[in-house]
T-cell receptor, first 115, second 113 residues
Framework: GENVGLHLPTLSVQEGDNSIINCAYS??????FIWYKQESGKGPQFIID?????DKRQGQRVTVLLNKTVKHLSLQIAATQPGDSAVYFC??????????????FGKGITLSVRP | GAVVSQHPSWVICKSGTSVKIECRSL??????MFWYRQFPKQSLMLMAT?????????EQGVEKDKFLINHASLTLSTLTVTSAHPEDSSFYIC?????????FGQGTRLTVV
């Protein structure tokens, strides 16, 4: 079946460097994508989202890029900080946020920030 | 942002007993909520969609008689794990999707001993 997957299980970066976390999705009908951050023992925390009619969206220190041609999603974190260490999930949704929509999560990648 | 509150945050129960987990939307009404299960170092797996005033919709492979979902009001959905066994030990998370995004509860760590 169609699924959302991540290329790398772990990512280690130096504090202050930029981080790029990648995600591949296979459901061409997905029209809404979200990146979440999850710290140990906590629920997912919303980071940034993007609709399929966009290819880039920026937030505070984070940027999400969407390439529908190759079904690829990425999260860029600028000036990575120790507090960014967590597991990151991409999630896709069909039907945006309508009543029948639901999220499907990717496998998750652990971001480890070296001091 | 919207707040989804989940209770309890952790629970330990004996094998064979039932456990109820509550999910509340604090500043909005949610006609639909979602229940996920997450095993260690794995992603969130959707278990079921909770619909206010009607039966829940379960994902394939999820036993509806074991994971009872009740969504009796627009601000409360409950998940009851019946006759819990050690293999049901997991992290259970609820969420609601609004037009401005999806919001998650804090999660409930269930340990069955």
């Amino acid at each position: 079946g169609e699924n959302v997957g991540l290329h790398l299980p772990t990512l280690s970066v130096q504090e202050g460097d930029n981080s790029i976390i990648n995600c591949a999705y296979s459901n061409s009908a997905s029209d809404y994508f979200i990146w979440y951050k999850q710290e140990s023992g906590k629920g997912p925390q919303f980071i940034i989202d993007i609709r399929s009619n966009m290819d880039k969206r920026q937030g505070q220190r984070v940027t999400v890029l969407l390439n529908k041609t190759v079904k690829h999603l990425s999260l860029q974190i600028a000036a990575t900080q120790p507090g960014d260490s967590a597991v990151y999930f991409c999630a896709e949704n069909i039907g945006y946020t309508g009543a029948n929509s639901k999220l499907t999560f990717g496998k998750g990648i652990t971001l480890s920030v070296r001091p | 942002g919207a707040v989804v509150s989940q209770h309890p945050s952790w629970v330990i129960c004996k094998s064979g007993t039932s456990v109820k987990i509550e999910c509340r939307s604090l500043d909005f009404q949610a006609t639909t909520m979602f229940w996920y299960r997450q095993f260690p170092k794995q992603s969130l797996m959707l278990m079921a969609t909770s619909n206010e005033g009607s039966k829940a919709t379960y994902e394939q492979g999820v036993e509806k008689d074991k994971f009872l979902i009740n969504h009796a009001s627009l601000t409360l959905s409950t998940l009851t794990v019946t006759s819990a066994h050690p293999e049901d030990s997991s992290f259970y998370i609820c969420s609601a999707i609004l037009r401005r995004g999806a919001f998650f509860g804090q999660g409930t760590r269930l340990t069955v001993v």
